[in-house]
């Protein structure tokens, strides 16, 4: 398993004071090819090239740093836990937007006997993995060459507002998963919400999620897929459909321990990585100028030094089944 991360709060200078005394601030499969990793860049930040503009957000190290701390947050959320659908023995498991892998090499190591395959348009995964993990370059919207039947597990984590057709998608999931196989998505809202009234229609972050929820539709990948993803499994024809429901406060402005913790994190985790969210559907998708776009950033990380305010951002673990009963899959 990964190594707990350190609090990082040595690193936090007095200019951030501000955060209070518990703030952490301070069409086949392709190969590696100089095509892939000639990157593209906008703002001094960069993106993945194969597939240009496909994904909203930038593959570069400050990207990469977000991407596994959003992995220790999971961690936590599901008490040390990589997965919660029920899965034995499995001997094939796919990671889709497998990110820096982090998940798939975990993964890896914890089911030795499996082969873990980890996808995703940009080759930022680690060259020194477990022998039973791999790593390939592709894009999940398009046509799927996996066979039918073959997947024990199918993971997704954090895809919002990147599939255009997520009915179709899971329609391939549901043929490329053996019968009896699990397929588990995790997500959340990019909607700050308050159960005390404390987010009101005024409050910034109201303007901030309808803002992410507006560039997702226009750049026609929906945000909202973390409310939508039992719903959807289930037209699918998966089974067994369990949703669990978890909180990520903005900052830790909770008492409870474990949430406290997490909203720490979460604070820190979005403080540095609020450009790579949206800068480029700001001023791409948008058409929002340079200056606006950090404008609107900056007022967001100003926004997380409030502790007054109880706002978290809900999301869901969603598992499911494919009927054992099948003698072929579905089209």
């Not at 020194?128 to 997704?156: G, K």
């Not at 959340?188 to 005390?196: G, L, N, R």
């Not at 409050?203 to 803002?211: A, C, D, I, K, V």
Request: contains cysteine; proline residues 6%; glycine residues 10%.
């Amino acid at each position: 398993m990964s190594a707990p991360m350190s609090d990082g709060e040595d690193d936090i200078g007095d200019d951030d004071s501000a955060y209070g005394e518990d703030s952490l601030i301070g069409d086949d499969t392709m190969t590696l090819s100089t095509y892939i990793t000639d990157y593209r860049y906008e703002y001094g930040r960069r993106y993945h090239s194969y597939r240009d503009g496909a994904y909203w957000g930038p593959n570069d190290d400050i990207a990469n740093e977000q991407q596994d701390l959003a992995h220790h947050m999971y961690y936590l959320t599901l008490d040390g836990k990589l997965h919660l659908a029920p899965i034995s023995n499995p001997q094939e498991i796919l990671d889709i937007g497998t990110g820096t892998g982090i998940w798939a090499i975990d993964m890896a190591d914890e089911y030795p006997s499996a082969k873990v395959t980890g996808v995703d348009l940009s080759p930022i995964q680690p060259t020194f993995v477990p022998p039973n993990c791999v790593f390939e370059i592709d894009d999940v919207t398009l046509p799927w060459t996996y066979p039918s039947n073959h997947f024990d597990f199918i993971h997704v984590r954090e895809l919002f507002g990147c599939i255009p057709d997520w009915d179709e998608f899971f329609r391939q999931c549901w043929r490329c998963l053996k019968p009896g196989g699990y397929i588990e998505v995790v997500e959340h809202s990019v909607e700050p919400v308050a159960d005390d009234g404390s987010v009101p229609p005024d409050h910034f972050y109201r303007l901030w999620g309808q803002t992410v929820i507006g560039a997702g539709e226009r750049f026609g990948k929906t945000f909202k897929i973390w409310e939508q993803s039992a719903t959807r499994l289930r037209n699918a024809g998966f089974i067994g459909v369990v949703e669990q429901g978890y909180q990520w406060p903005m900052n830790g402005w909770c008492s409870d321990p474990k949430t406290h913790e997490l909203g720490r994190w979460n604070q820190l985790r979005l403080h540095g990585g609020v450009e790579g969210f949206m800068l480029r559907l700001l001023t791409s998708t948008l058409e929002w100028s340079y200056e606006r776009a950090q404008l609107f950033l900056a007022q967001m990380r100003s926004s997380l030094r409030d502790y007054q305010t109880r706002a978290y951002l809900p999301g869901t673990v969603v598992y499911a089944r494919k009927p054992d009963n099948l003698g072929i899959s579905r089209g």
